[in-house]
């Protein structure tokens, strides 16, 4: 087993493999932080404009992972890993994103959420283990415009659950 630990994001300038995406969900921070956390809910609104996702399988706990296709609407699958590194309910949550356990090229991003009136400020900070794998993931995959797109898909998610009265 691998136990090489990455050296903590804060503690080195990461500026330029960085990707950092903000959106305010008229949403109470716990039920934002379910609909993210709850695979039942992710399935409906994960992934950018288009997609769709099958997950193999899910557990959500520090150590935990989400082994899940993206689907792509032109056909392509992406095979996506995710492990949890750091869970503060309803703060906080810590994960490594790859193709699938081991990835050499998997990222760290970490989500912050923050109670903004009787809102959610959601923040997303992305960094990729190299400044190339930054630029092909923003410039290849669209990652900026593709995190944008789900933050919206999980406002517009969330925002439906309340209007139906399935919220808690």
């Known amino acids: 087993m ?8 804060d503690t080195i300038d990461t500026t330029d ?3 950092n995406i903000s959106r305010v969900i008229d949403a109470p921070r716990e039920l934002v932080f379910e609909a993210f956390t709850d695979v039942g809910h ?7 404009d288009g997609f769709t996702t099958t ?3 899910f557990e959500f706990r520090v150590g935990g992972e989400w082994d899940f296709v993206m689907h792509g609407p032109d056909g392509t699958d ?3 890993w995710i492990s949890w590194t750091d869970i503060a309910v309803p703060e906080r949550i810590a994960m490594l994103h790859g193709e699938r356990r081991g990835d050499p090229n998997a990222f ?7 109670p903004d009136g009787s809102a959610t400020r959601i923040d997303m900070r992305t960094v990729f283990p190299t400044k190339q794998l930054r630029d092909e993931a923003v410039e290849k995959y669209h990652a900026v415009e593709g995190g944008h797109q789900t933050l919206s898909h999980l406002a517009d998610y969330v925002g439906e659950l309340l209007e139906k009265g399935d919220a808690g």
């Open 2 to 9: 691998n136990t090489t630990r990455r050296q903590a994001p």
């Open 17 to 19: 493999r960085e990707v």
């Open 78 to 80: 992406y095979q996506e």
């Open 42 to 48: 992710l399935s409906h609104w994960w992934g950018p």
């Open 108 to 114: 760290e991003t970490v989500l912050t959420f923050e």
């Open 55 to 57: 997950t193999a399988s």
